[in-house]
Every structure is written in C-alpha cells, then in structure tokens.
C-alpha cells in the first residue's frame, strides 16, 4: 500500500526556516517517477511548490525560486523541503506526492498519484 508521510511543519516567525521531510512507502518502483511538494492555503487553490524527478532535475514555482530547495535521498525513500526566508504568504497546508509515471518534473497538482496527508505550516509577521 502506498503512503507518504510528511513532517517537519510547525510555526516560525517571518524570515525563519524549516524543513520538511517525507517518507514514501509502497510506491510502484519506477525508472521514470517524481516528486513534488504542493500546498494549498484556505480558499486558495493546491499549487505546486516544487518537483524533483528521479534524475534530479528540478522545478520551483515563481513564488519560492532561491528561498526553498528540494532534494531526496531514494536510497532511504525520502524526500526534503527546505524552506528558508519564510513569508507570511508561505503559510499553508503542505503536501508530498509522487508522480508516477512521471518524466519531468511537475507543479500540476492533477499530475500526482500519490498524496500525504499534510503537514502545516504557519508563519507570523
């Protein structure tokens, strides 16, 4: 059964920093698969974060270019989101996903097969 567990959310102030792990579980193996962090704020629509395929290549939305990073470790099945210079505007449920298949990486929420279950993050101005 597939799951992906996310942690590492929580409150910091504006300009702090976390990160956030994954931990997939179950996943149909793949030459060709990636994963993503999405997330969506209340009344706002899911949007895609940031993606990394099984090759590395990565993709950031506008919106976090230079302040967030995201990197896996697929040998331990886990997949990081280090969010820097956080903004009040970050604030929002965050998800992981695995797209599969999944040849480049994607900030398409619909392009994702897999979900977690969300961890929250707050940040105060």
């Known amino acids: 059964q597939a799951q992906l567990v996310e942690s590492g959310g929580g409150s910091v102030q504006a300009g702090g920093s976390l990160r956030l792990s994954c931990a997939a579980s179950?996943?149909?193996?793949?030459?060709?698969?990636?994963m993503g962090w999405l997330r969506q704020a209340p009344g706002k629509k899911r949007e895609g974060v940031a993606s990394?395929?099984?090759?590395?290549?990565?993709s950031y939305a506008d919106s976090v270019k230079g302040r967030f990073t995201i990197s896996q470790d697929r040998a331990r099945k886990t997949l990081y989101l280090q969010m820097n210079s956080l903004k009040p505007e970050d604030a929002a449920m965050y998800y992981c996903?695995?797209?599969?298949?999944?040849?480049?990486?994607?900030?398409?929420?619909?392009?994702?097969?897999?979900w977690g279950q969300g961890t929250q993050v707050t940040v105060s101005s």
């Open positions: 996903a695995a797209r599969v298949p999944g040849y480049s990486p994607s900030l398409i929420p619909s392009d994702y097969s897999y």
């Open positions: 990394i395929d099984n090759g590395g290549r990565t």
């Open positions: 179950g996943i149909p193996l793949s030459a060709n698969n990636c």
